[in-house]
């Protein structure tokens, strides 16, 4: 049985609907101030959820009983929303991720991941980032995933619990949140677009991104829960390919129908990278991981998701 912390969230969601298709059984452990009982509609029936905050090791606990593999995504995403409550971000990133490793060691659990990010690497100058680069995070919400990754270590050399940490890049698709304030780029551009408002750009629009379409994570979740050589190690999940803003919001502009509007520019945000795009070639070596969805595709894909909830 698989257990999906932020279950209900955009992430998550995805993670245990694939989960369920391949016939496993699923729980969720999600507190809903971030997910939304919306993204678990189709599959509400098929699941245990289990509301409750990782902060709460009882509840933590209680919720790892019968688990053989936890997909840990639960989290306080956003690099802003750290910048304004680091306190917050630390207690859910660092303290909830201990809570998680320490109740998956004393239930028995096979394996845990960890949904770390490309914002560990901060301003590292090399353009394309490879795993053994030294990281530079710029931000509390980076901290927080680095600190993770080394609980992660940790918790499998000191207590031979098997842990894999999955450093996304940019997720974006289905169940991604275009309402919150510090929801990520792509449904704030496809939402804009919708609606006739101008996507908004912070800086000159040329940083660019390795824009990774949630199937492409899910793969790779799903194949590392089981991979062998991997366990101990953090790896890049990502496409291999660098995007700009600029582009992406001309491609989105397309898709909608409104390459009329032009986007609108801010400035630079605090903890912001310049660019970032992964090497996965230890993905694919341990793994055997291949991303199975391209970033034209995926986004294709998200904006008729997008357009269709607004129906």
């Given at each position: 049985?698989?257990?999906?912390?932020?279950?209900?969230?955009?992430?998550?969601s995805?993670?245990?609907?694939?989960?369920?298709?391949?016939?496993?059984?699923?729980?969720?452990?999600?507190?809903?101030?971030?997910?939304h009982?919306?993204?678990?509609?189709?599959?509400?029936?098929?699941?245990?959820?289990?509301?409750?905050?990782?902060?709460?090791?009882?509840i933590?606990?209680?919720?790892?009983?019968?688990?053989?593999?936890?997909?840990?995504?639960?989290?306080?995403?956003?690099?802003?929303?750290?910048?304004?409550?680091?306190?917050?971000?630390?207690?859910?990133?660092?303290?909830?991720?201990?809570?998680?490793?320490?109740?998956?060691?004393?239930?028995?659990?096979?394996?845990?991941?960890?949904?770390?990010?490309?914002?560990?690497?901060?301003?590292?100058?090399?353009?394309?980032k490879?795993?053994?680069?030294?990281?530079?995070p710029?931000?509390?919400?980076?901290?927080?995933?680095?600190?993770?990754?080394?609980y992660?270590?940790?918790?499998?050399?000191?207590?031979g619990?098997?842990?894999v940490?999955?450093?996304?890049?940019?997720?974006?698709?289905?169940?991604?949140?275009?309402?919150?304030?510090?929801?990520?780029?792509?449904?704030?551009?496809?939402?804009a677009?919708?609606?006739?408002?101008?996507?908004?750009?912070?800086?000159?629009?040329?940083?660019?991104?390795?824009?990774?379409?949630?199937?492409?994570?899910?793969?790779?979740?799903?194949?590392?829960?089981?991979?062998?050589?991997?366990?101990?190690?953090?790896?890049?999940?990502?496409?291999?390919?660098?995007i700009?803003v600029?582009h992406?919001?001309?491609?989105?502009?397309?898709?909608?129908?409104?390459?009329?509007?032009?986007?609108?520019?801010?400035?630079?945000?605090?903890?912001?990278?310049?660019?970032?795009r992964?090497?996965?070639?230890?993905?694919?070596?341990?793994?055997?991981?291949?991303?199975?969805?391209?970033?034209?595709?995926?986004?294709?894909?998200?904006?008729?998701?997008?357009?269709?909830?607004?129906?």
């Amino acid at each position: 049985m698989y257990l999906v912390t932020g279950g209900a969230g955009f992430i998550g969601s995805n993670i245990a609907r694939e989960a369920l298709k391949k016939g496993t059984r699923v729980r969720i452990l999600d507190n809903f101030s971030t997910g939304h009982w919306a993204n678990l509609t189709d599959i509400r029936d098929d699941i245990e959820i289990v509301e409750g905050d990782i902060r709460s090791y009882h509840i933590v606990r209680n919720a790892m009983e019968g688990i053989e593999v936890v997909f840990h995504q639960g989290a306080l995403p956003s690099v802003p929303r750290s910048i304004a409550d680091p306190i917050t971000t630390n207690e859910v990133n660092v303290q909830g991720t201990l809570n998680v490793l320490h109740a998956a060691l004393d239930a028995g659990c096979r394996r845990v991941l960890f949904a770390s990010s490309s914002s560990i690497y901060g301003d590292a100058p090399e353009k394309i980032k490879t795993e053994d680069l030294h990281v530079r995070p710029l931000s509390p919400y980076a901290v927080s995933k680095l600190a993770g990754e080394k609980y992660m270590q940790v918790f499998h050399h000191i207590y031979g619990l098997e842990t894999v940490a999955l450093r996304y890049f940019n997720v974006f698709g289905p169940y991604q949140d275009p309402a919150s304030p510090y929801s990520a780029v792509i449904p704030l551009f496809i939402n804009a677009c919708l609606e006739s408002r101008k996507p908004v750009i912070n800086g000159d629009g040329k940083q660019s991104r390795d824009f990774t379409y949630i199937a492409n994570v899910v793969h790779a979740n799903l194949l590392a829960a089981d991979a062998p050589a991997a366990t101990g190690l953090m790896m890049n999940i990502a496409c291999g390919d660098s995007i700009s803003v600029n582009h992406l919001a001309s491609q989105i502009g397309r898709l909608t129908g409104r390459m009329d509007i032009e986007p609108s520019h801010r400035p630079e945000r605090p903890g912001d990278v310049k660019h970032s795009r992964a090497d996965i070639t230890l993905a694919q070596k341990l793994l055997g991981y291949e991303p199975v969805t391209s970033f034209e595709d995926g986004l294709e894909n998200t904006v008729s998701f997008m357009r269709e909830r607004r129906v």
